[in-house]
Structures are given as structure tokens and as C-alpha cells.
């Protein structure tokens, strides 16, 4: 097999950046295989740089390019996340359509490409990232590049009558065929895809995941993203996970802990989230006193206004709940926007009785498989998980809920408080089975394995 190179908006040159789940998804892929990393530097700079940054660790090469405010704000800030964020979330209220920032999308994904074709060598893999470059295909093959190119993309892809909203959709459509393999998070986004492209793109089922599109074969798959389960599981017994759980073990002082671990993002669900807990408080009054729910929400985006109102909103709903039912010694709902190490993480959802993922749309969602991996097995907490996340195609044995129905969920939180050991052991073992199996390892390979045989049908 040739090098393998790995195109994302952002990479983990700087090792602190290798927290997220695309950058621990793709660095592992790299560093098992020896490859090239292409992406953003995270500098700006007056005008696009022509010039590059090579920086080599642990076996990968990474190749970083500035962009210039111009590009950061239209093409990052607005088209990605404020355009396709949004509208891929489902969300087309929120999205703040754009043709100029298209433009510049489109130019960064052309100028990237450029750099990426100069330094490719026959035999090599590409595997581009994400939404932040849907036209990357086809600006590959634009400059000159006609081996095989895979796309992840690690959000949802919306249904075809969402995606129409969008003014570029046929355009993105079309060069996203420019892919040699797409990959998708869940059954769900693939099949949206596959109908945009039969409805809209004259497009034809080949069978075995292959279609054929704009004169083109695509393979187009469900790959649903994996952790390093084991990494995780060993992390939950750590010194600094022991710390952490002792630390929250103090302020708990014997009550059971419900947690929330999100990017404080509006597509994770929060004051939905927090609205159900009012109602559990409303309507389990046997609650009251013997339940802390802790929320840790690191901010994100902050530059977007709506992440500003989202921390508004939460900030309004915890002091609703806290005034109704605090008490001297109980604080029932508190959220702490700041992160965590991972150490600590794993110790907080250890000794936790009750892990709560509710987004209300979520590619994948690692936290809910965390969670699963750091349990003590001799006592393993709750998983409730909304059905909107990919997640919840695979991780069936957790509580599932609609994050809508606040009603609902409230009842799911006291369901999962009351659960007898059995059950909790019951499902917690399906869970882990699966995230075991189908682990960070297993996608990579599963990927690269549909990747790598395309090639050799090409070869
Ligand atoms: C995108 C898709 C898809 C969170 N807070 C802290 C912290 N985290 C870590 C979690 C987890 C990661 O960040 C978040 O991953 P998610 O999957 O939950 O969500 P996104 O960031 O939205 O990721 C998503 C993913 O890509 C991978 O394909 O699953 O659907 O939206 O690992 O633990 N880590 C540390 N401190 C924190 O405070 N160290």
C-alpha cells in the first residue's frame, strides 16, 4: 500500500489538539500507517499564504497552510459553520445563507486541493475529512489527481429535502462525486445521500454499496465511527480519574450522579436536556435531595452569536431549577463551562449512575461510548442516549429517547436511577461488547480496506 493522506480543516500538529474525535480518529489512522497530514495552521494572515509549514511527528508529516482573515471568516466561520453546520443538523432556521462565503469556500477548497495534487505520489491513499471540504473531489481531480479519494464525513447528512435547501446543493452534489468512496456515520445519512443522488442526480443503485452518478462510479457506505475503547477503559482507572471521581464524590456526598458531557453546541440538545431535568425535579419528588446532575459544557464556535443565546438559555434554566428546589446543602442541576482532561473525564463518568447524550441530531457522538468504556463492571451506570444520534444505530441496549419530549425523558432519567443491578449489567455488557468490537481500529480499517480495493480495481 502507498502513503496515506489525510486532509481535515484541523489537524493535531499542536499535540494538545488531539482531544477531539476527528483528530484522535485520523492521528491514529496516520501514525499506524505512516502518512501525510494536510490542513489549516491555525494562523491568519493578511493575504493567502503560498507558503507552507512542514512539521513531522511520531512517523506523520504535516503540511499546514494559513488562511487569510478573509477566507477564516467567509469560508470557515460563515459557509461551514453557519451555512452547512446548520442545515446538515437539520437546522435550516439557524443557517445564515451566503453566496459570496460560497465563493470563497469553494476557492479554499480549490487552493487547498492545489497544494495537496503537487506533493502526491502514485499509489497514495487520500482521505479527506469532513464538511468543511464537500468540493474537495472534485477539486482534486481539477488539479491533476486521478487515483482513488475517500470522504468521512463525521456529521449528519441531511434528508434530500433539507439538502435542497441549501442554493449550492447541486453543485456540492455533483462534486462530491469527485469521491472514489463516501462514508457516512449511520445507515441514515447514507440513505439520504443515496436518495438525493436517485431523486436529483439521475443517479443509479449498482448494488454492493456502489453507484453511479455524473458518468461515475461512487462506493457509498455506513462507517460508523469507533473510540479507542481500551485507551478509554484504562483511563478510567488512572490516578487523575481516581482524583476526580473523589473530588465530585465530596461535593455529591453520597447522591447519585447524572452526567452531561458536550461541546456546548445548539445541535447537543442542552436546554432540552435541562428542561427535563426541571421535570424530573416537577414530577419525581423522591428525587429531591438525592440527585445532583452535573453538566460540562466546554464552549465552541464562541465567535457565532447563537452559541452566546445558547449559554444565555441554560444559564436562565439552571437558575429556574436551582431556585425552585436548591437547598443549603444541594445544588440539583449545575453546568461548568470549561473542559476537562480526559483523566478526568473517564473518573467523572465512572462513578456516575447516569450518563446523559440527548443531542438533538449528532453524527456519531463518542461521548456516549466513553461513557460505556469508563463503567466499573461490577456496577455500571445508565446509558440514555437520543435515537438522533448515529449512536443509537448501534448502542441499542442503552435507554433510548426522543430529546424532544422533555416528559419522556424525565421519566427515562428516574427509569435509569431506579434500574436494578441486573438490568444495569445486562444492558452495560451489550454496550461494551459493541464498542469494543466496532472500535476506533475496526472503522479505520473498515475504510481504508474499501479504499485500498478501489485502488486495486483502478490499478
Ligand atoms: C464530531 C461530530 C462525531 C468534550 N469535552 C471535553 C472533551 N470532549 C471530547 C469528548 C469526545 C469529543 O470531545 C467530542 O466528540 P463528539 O463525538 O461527542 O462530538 P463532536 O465534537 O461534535 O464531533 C460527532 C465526531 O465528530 C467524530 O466523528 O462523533 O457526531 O459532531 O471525545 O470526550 N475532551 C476533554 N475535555 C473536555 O472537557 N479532554
Redo the contacts with the bound molecule.
Sequence with gaps: MGRLIAISNRTAADPGAR????A??VWESLKSTGGVWFGWSGDLVGQPSRSVRVLKDDGVEFVLTDLSHEEHDQYYLQYANSVLWPVFHYRVDLAAFDSDAFQVYAAVNQRIANLVAERLQEGDSVWVHDYHFLLMGDSLRRAGWDGSIGFFL??PFPPPEVFRALPEHQWIARAMCGFSVIGF?SQQDRSNFTRYLIEDCKGKDLGDGVFEAFNTTIKIEAYP?G?DAKSFEEAATTQKAAKASERIGRFLGGRNLVIG???M?Y?KGLPERFEAVGRLFDDYPETHGSVSVTQ?A?PSRSKVDEYRELRQTLDRLAGRINGDYGDLDWIPLRYLA?????EE?AGLFRIARVGLVTPLR??????CK?FVMAQDEADPGVLILSEF??AAEQLKAAVLVNPHDTRKMAEAINHALTMPLDERKQRWEALRDVVTKQDIAWWRKKFLKDLESLQVDQG
Excluded at 338 to 342: C, I, L, M, N, T
Excluded at 362 to 367: K, P, Y
Design positions: 482531544a477531539g474525535g476527528l484522535v480518529a463525521h456529521i456515520q465511527i473510540i458531557v458536550d461541546r453546541d445541535s460540562i466546554p470549561r473542559s476537562y482532561e480526559r473525564l449528532d453524527g456519531m457522538n463518542l461521548v466513553e444520534a448515529g
